[in-house]
């Protein structure tokens, strides 16, 4: 696979502007291993290599376990997930896949009731953006240095 284009160069604009909500979401009420998991999630569903590398890498800084970022993929079957968790990669699943199916009513309540509506926004604007960066990554086949 041959790098593309390098948005980031071309249009400056466009990279600063996905940064800025790349901040936004930072600053946000969702705790940073959550927004790791959602963005671990999404790009596993999206198959961009790019970014399931780069955010195991900052969960595992975070703290997370190898045991549940190898079991992410599967978590529906996995005792590992609290109900919380499990709520939201659902959303992520839905929202990640919204021409299939939309976000049903069952999934958004019941992160409606976990979280409440200004988490469960932060919780989609995370999905959209992990979705939105995914899309930039595999469009112009970036790609990651394994490690060694």
Not at 16 to 21: H, L, R, W
Not at 28 to 37: A, G, I, T, V
Not at 61 to 81: D, M, N, T, V, Y
Not at 102 to 129: C, H, P, R, W
Request: glycine share 2%.
């Amino acid at each position: 696979m041959e790098k593309r284009m390098d948005i980031k160069a071309i249009e400056p604009n466009a990279y600063k502007a996905m940064s800025g909500m790349e901040q936004y979401i930072r600053s946000s009420k969702l705790p940073p291993l959550l927004r790791e998991m959602i963005k671990i999630r999404a790009s596993q569903i999206n198959g961009c290599a790019y970014c399931i590398d780069m955010h195991t890498q900052e969960a595992l800084k975070l703290g997370e376990s190898q045991r549940r970022i190898f079991a992410l993929s599967a978590w529906k079957e996995s005792p590992l997930f609290t109900e919380e968790e499990r709520a939201v990669l659902q959303l992520t699943e839905e929202v990640t896949l919204i021409s299939k199916s939309a976000l049903s009513d069952e999934t958004y309540n019941k992160a409606i009731k976990f979280f409440g509506e200004n988490e469960v926004a932060q919780i989609i604007m995370q999905v959209i953006i992990i979705n939105s960066w995914n899309r930039w990554t595999i469009s112009t086949n970036q790609i990651f240095e394994p490690a060694s």
